[in-house]
């Protein structure tokens, strides 16, 4: 089972395993990325998609950083903006019951 957190030394290591170039990827947006990321686990079942797979977890992660290397800087902001929103409307369930 994977640690609930990554930490900086497994993070170091896993960015020398993917070779990902630190002057143009930030590394922490790397490690909050990592963390990130561990939603896709076994945290949800519905929404495992890793099964706590560190490397996989990399994956996902590395997907997103080659959109944009700042990506998950805008998805903090994103996060904020919505828990600002349902703070004020009712987060509606999405699935059918």
């Given at each position: ?6 930490t900086?030394?497994?993070?170091i290591?896993?960015g020398?395993?993917?070779?990902i170039?630190?002057k143009?990827?930030?590394f ?7 963390n ?6 076994k945290i949800?079942?519905?929404t495992n998609?890793s ?5 996989i977890?990399?994956?996902?992660a ?6 944009d ?7 903090k902001?994103?996060e ?7 703070k ?5 369930n999405?699935y059918?019951h």
């Amino acid at each position: 089972m994977m640690e609930n957190k990554i930490t900086k030394a497994k993070a170091i290591k896993l960015g020398q395993l993917f070779k990902i170039n630190f002057k143009i990827v930030p590394f922490k947006e790397f490690l909050f990325g990592l963390n990130v990321e561990l939603e896709h686990g076994k945290i949800n079942k519905r929404t495992n998609v890793s099964n706590n797979n560190l490397l996989i977890t990399t994956k996902i992660a590395l997907a997103h950083l080659e959109e944009d290397p700042r990506y998950y800087y805008h998805l903090k902001k994103m996060e904020m903006q919505s828990e600002k929103y349902y703070k004020m409307h009712k987060k509606p369930n999405i699935y059918i019951h």
